[in-house]
């Protein structure tokens, strides 16, 4: 068996020590790690940075390291459905930087491809460009940290921001299927960030719901090659939670 498997999720996320930085894959609670992250809240790993899409709900994903206080900082850019975030944000508990979504998704993509920054017109004439946006507040709500400007320049007449690639010491991702050299596939709405996400990590850790033999996966079908993996773990099939049901009304006939 491949040297990149670990027999548990436990195993998989040794060496995630306090202050590390974590690339965190999934939409909203489609395709998020949640065993990697559960294993996570079981060590004592704390003052941890995140960059992810969002940061789960209050008893699910990412927000059961939230509510637990083991995260210090994060790199987002839709934060909506979680109560607890609102609060630790609110009361400067927790620094959070708001980002297009495009632009996350470029960023992490960046980094794993070695390219340190790039421009793009989102955030020009905004806060995301002139700075200011609060990152932190302080207790009594004054903005204790702001982001600061970013640098512009002019291309074919038009202004574009500077933005960094992000480069995390771990990457934690969830595919629907994986070898055990480390190839993945994802399914569906699960496709976005994870592939992102798993770029960006220096060690990147996969939980995946089945676990084959090499040569098993068609080569056309891998969305990711195990280049970008160094430790895989099948972690069998996930809940499918939802953030938000809408049911539509039964209408009178």
């Given at each position: 068996m491949s040297g990149k498997v670990r027999e548990s999720a436990a195993e998989a996320v040794a060496g995630i020590a306090s202050g590390s930085t974590l690339a965190v894959g999934g939409f909203g609670l489609c395709g998020i790690p949640d065993a990697l992250i559960g294993a996570i809240a079981d060590t004592g790993a704390s003052e941890l940075e995140v960059f992810s899409n969002n940061c789960g709900v209050d008893d699910y994903g990412l927000g059961i390291?939230?509510?637990?206080?083991?995260?210090?900082?994060?790199?987002?850019?839709?934060?909506?459905?979680?109560?607890?975030?609102?609060?630790?944000?609110?009361?400067?508990?927790?620094?959070?930087?708001?980002?297009?979504?495009?632009?996350?998704?470029?960023?992490?993509?960046?980094?794993?491809?070695?390219?340190?920054?790039?421009?793009?017109?989102?955030?020009?004439?905004?806060?995301?460009?002139?700075?200011?946006?609060?990152?932190?507040?302080?207790?009594?709500?004054?903005?204790?940290?702001?982001?600061?400007?970013?640098?512009?320049?002019?291309?074919?007449?038009?202004?574009?921001?500077?933005?960094?690639?992000?480069?995390?010491?771990?990457?934690?991702?969830?595919?629907?299927?994986?070898?055990?050299?480390?190839?993945?596939?994802?399914?569906?709405?699960?496709?976005?960030f994870n592939p992102l996400a798993a770029m960006a990590g220096r060690v990147t850790i996969a939980q995946v719901e089945r676990l084959v033999e090499p040569g098993e996966l068609d080569p056309g079908s891998v969305h990711l090659p195990g280049v970008f993996v160094q430790r895989i773990v099948e972690s069998g099939q996930q809940d499918k939670r939802i953030e938000k049901r809408t049911v539509r009304q039964e209408v009178p006939a």
């Open positions: 390291l939230l509510s637990a206080g083991r995260i210090a900082r994060v790199t987002a850019s839709y934060v909506g459905e979680n109560k607890e975030f609102a609060r630790q944000y609110l009361a400067g508990e927790l620094e959070v930087e708001l980002t297009p979504q495009g632009t996350l998704a470029e960023r992490l993509r960046a980094g794993g491809a070695g390219i340190p920054a790039f421009y793009t017109p989102a955030g020009v004439g905004t806060p995301i460009g002139d700075g200011g946006l609060p990152w932190r507040y302080a207790p009594d709500g004054s903005v204790a940290v702001a982001s600061p400007p970013k640098e512009i320049r002019e291309f074919g007449g038009k202004r574009y921001v500077l933005e960094e690639g992000i480069v995390a010491d771990f990457a934690l991702v969830h595919a629907a299927v994986g070898d055990t050299e480390g190839n993945l596939v994802f399914e569906k709405s699960a496709l976005n």
